[in-house]
């Protein structure tokens, strides 16, 4: 199994430019959601969706923030403009259904820095 | 979702048992207790779930007080690679699917 695949796995920008966040849940997974980490904030649930429709945005911070789910294996997570405060590590995670227990699965992350 | 409580840091040698200690003195009876733990620059691994048994898998055992409102992840041997951040969580488990982080214990491992 190849895990929770993130993209890109660092990234460096600039302040103004749009940032795209890929993920790829595990394959049979229907629940996905992204997560933002911060030494500030620690752990944070951004969004999360079942079956690839949104449920629950209520922690994406500002308009800035959007993130969609076209398919059953692929998510975005989209930052326009960026600015320095959005440099974070932000994870993707997959579940499976009920049946299994809530056992959430993380990617790697991806290391973002707004400068 | 109720609340936890651990402690931030926590030591342990090498090779010794690793007892990380959570509260959760407002648990409904309902709510299940997860532990997951997050090594330096990696993602949040699961590392086990209960209810109100006792529970062990390959990583490590919880050990629940029966009265639910707290509990104990014991990691048997510990390892240098077991250095992380230990979170305990408590949710009601397929109801919602939102995990909420604390901050957890920081377990150093000593040579």
């Known amino acids: 199994d190849a895990g929770v695949i993130q993209s890109p796995r660092h990234e460096v920008t600039e302040m103004g430019q749009e940032v795209t966040l890929r993920c790829k849940p595990i394959?049979?997974?229907?629940?996905l959601f992204w997560y933002r980490q911060t030494m500030m904030r620690g752990l944070e649930l951004l969004i999360y969706?079942?079956?690839?429709?949104?449920?629950?945005d209520s922690g994406m911070p500002e308009d800035r923030f959007s993130a969609k789910m076209p398919n059953a294996s692929f998510s975005t997570l989209k930052i326009q403009p960026s600015e320095p405060r959005d440099s974070a590590v932000y994870f993707c995670?997959?579940?499976?259904?009920?049946?299994?227990?809530?056992?959430?699965?993380f990617g790697e992350g991806s290391w973002l820095t707004v400068v | 979702d109720a609340k936890t409580t651990q402690p931030p840091s926590m030591d342990c040698a090498e090779g010794r048992a690793a007892n990380l200690p959570c509260n959760h003195s407002?648990?409904?009876?309902?709510?299940?207790v997860y532990w997951y733990r997050q090594i330096h620059s990696q993602g949040p691994q699961y590392i086990i779930h209960?209810?109100?048994n006792n529970e062990t898998n390959e990583m490590a055992s919880l050990i629940i007080t029966e009265d639910r409102k707290s509990s104990t992840l014991i990691l048997p041997h510990a390892t240098l690679r077991d250095t992380a951040v230990y979170y305990c969580?408590?949710?009601?488990?397929?109801?919602?699917?939102?995990?909420?982080f604390g901050t957890g214990t920081l377990l150093a491992v000593q040579p």
């Open positions: 407002t648990i409904s009876g309902n709510e299940y």
């Open positions: 209960g209810l109100k």
């Open positions: 995670a997959s579940r499976q259904g009920p049946s299994s227990g809530n056992t959430i699965y």
């Open positions: 969580i408590v949710k009601i488990s397929g109801a919602t699917n939102k995990l909420i």
């Open positions: 969706f079942n079956n690839n429709v949104p449920i629950d």
């Open positions: 394959s049979g997974h229907n629940s």
